[in-house]
């Protein structure tokens, strides 16, 4: 097979996405329920930055994912939750993990404020995305006549969360959802690298935002 015929054959598959697999994990510990007027807010670790902090765009997808679609839920702005119950949840000050969210959502004032906004759940995420493994290799090289790249990388991510589903109204945990995704990307590259990128922290996005919405109403 010539040049050509592998470059056709890359460029037919460069449409194609890398292969992800996604578990989904739920443990309830009380019932749930929304009504009418009632919110949700999704909140992830916001003290100072560290290497282990949720990704800050994860928190805003999961939370984006739950306010549209079948079964959208009323979901408050995670700027607008800060600038409401400033400063609790400033970084300086900001509870380190969900087990210390109980004592700091008892607070009267705090919880006068939830109360006006009407949050009936608070969402708390931990977790990451990182790559676990690696290979291939590749290289570009420019001459008189031109120029290419050539060789073949591939690279396995995964995604790990578990989301904390904590009752405003009570102060106890509603019960934890984790998500895992894990999938391998590829770059072949004959002349031109053609990136199959698994889009696996966005399946991990949408696996948990969607039982999240199902676990809260039910």
Not at 22 to 33: D, G, H, N, S
Not at 114 to 132: A, F, N
Not at 190 to 217: E, T, W, Y
Request: a negative charge; hydrophobic letters at 40%.
């Amino acid at each position: 097979m010539n040049s050509a015929h592998i470059i056709a054959i890359l460029v037919a598959c460069a449409g194609l996405a890398g292969c992800v697999t996604a578990t989904v994990q739920e443990v309830r510990e009380t019932a749930t329920a929304m009504s009418t007027g009632d919110s949700i807010v999704v909140l992830g670790r916001r003290s100072q930055p560290t290497a282990s902090e949720t990704e800050l765009d994860f928190i805003s997808c999961v939370a984006d994912n739950m306010g549209r679609g079948q079964n959208a839920l009323n979901v408050v702005n995670e700027q607008q939750f800060l600038d409401a119950t400033f400063p609790w949840f400033e970084p300086r000050i900001a509870p380190l993990n969900h087990t210390e969210l109980p004592t700091i959502i008892k607070q009267a004032p705090l919880a006068e404020r939830l109360d006006e906004m009407g949050l009936k759940y608070l969402v708390w995420i931990e977790g990451s995305t990182q790559r676990i493994d690696s290979g291939g290799s590749l290289s570009c090289v420019v001459g008189p006549g031109g120029g290419g790249c050539f060789g073949f990388l591939s690279w396995e991510n995964d995604s790990a969360y578990e989301a904390s589903v904590w009752d405003v109204e009570t102060g106890q945990a509603a019960g934890k959802i984790s998500s895992e995704a894990t999938g391998m990307s590829y770059m072949p590259a004959v002349i031109l690298p053609i990136p199959i990128i698994a889009r696996v922290r966005s399946s991990a996005c949408s696996s948990l935002a969607n039982q999240l919405k199902s676990f809260v109403v039910n």
